[in-house]
Structures are given as structure tokens and as C-alpha cells.
């Protein structure tokens, strides 16, 4: 069993930027675990954001964020970050962290995943 607690989530304007954090709490090593970002605005799916592997680093984005949000993780913490810049007010959304054992090329599949997180506001005001 994993347990996720997102935080960092607030109130922002257009332009400016907010961390995440995921916080992973596990009896099994990280090392097999690959980590993401989603994201669900009010009466629309669930939608990918970004995804780390644990092991080596690899990341992946949405078209919609590359360039302004940076997915990180820390091993020694159990903890995976989503550094969120230039933000737009479509970004508005709750974001959510998941877990799973899976390979990068299943990471923007919500249904991939094992484990999720409760989610966290940001709202981007305009």
C-alpha cells in the first residue's frame, strides 16, 4: 500500500508560480515506482500533466506545460515536486500525484496508475 499527501496548492495570479509536493509513504523501496501529475478542472476529465521515473529520472509533459512546469523528485524523501511557472488561469485545476509500477510509455494514462493522491486547489486568478 502507498500513501500519497500532496500540498503547495493556493491561490495564485496569472504569471506567477507555485511548488507541489508529493510525499510518498511506502514499505516498498521507490525505486520501481513511477510518479505523476494530473490535474481535473471542474466538469472536465482528468488530464495528464507530467511524470518522473524513479529510478533514473526520465521525464515526461503535456504539450500544455512543457516549457513552464518542471516535475523534480527526491529519493531520500519519498517526494516528488511539480514547480509550476508562468502560470494561466487554465491552469486552474485540482492536481493530483499518483504512483505506479509502470513504464514511461504509460505515464499520461490515469488508469495506469496504482495509487493516488487526495489532490490539491490551484486556482489562477486572471
Known amino acids: 500500500q502507498v500513501h500519497l499527501v500532496e500540498s503547495g496548492g493556493g491561490l495564485v495570479q496569472a504569471g506567477g508560480s507555485l511548488r507541489l509536493t508529493c510525499v510518498a509513504s511506502?514499505?516498498?523501496?521507490?525505486?520501481?515506482?513511477?510518479m505523476g501529475w494530473f490535474r481535473q478542472a471542474p466538469g472536465k476529465e482528468r488530464e495528464f500533466v507530467a511524470a518522473?521515473?524513479?529510478?533514473?529520472?526520465?521525464?515526461y509533459y503535456a504539450d500544455s506545460v512543457k516549457d513552464r512546469f518542471t516535475i523534480s523528485r527526491d529519493n531520500a524523501k519519498n517526494t516528488v515536486y511539480l514547480q509550476m511557472n508562468s502560470l494561466k488561469p487554465e491552469d486552474t485545476a485540482v492536481y493530483s500525484c499518483a504512483a505506479g509500477s509502470i513504464i514511461m510509455y504509460d505515464a499520461s494514462r490515469p488508469g495506469s496508475y496504482n495509487y493516488w493522491g487526495q489532490g490539491t486547489q490551484v486556482t489562477v486568478s486572471s
Open positions: 518522473i521515473n524513479w529510478s533514473d529520472g526520465t521525464t
Open positions: 511506502s514499505g516498498r523501496a521507490f525505486g520501481k515506482y513511477t
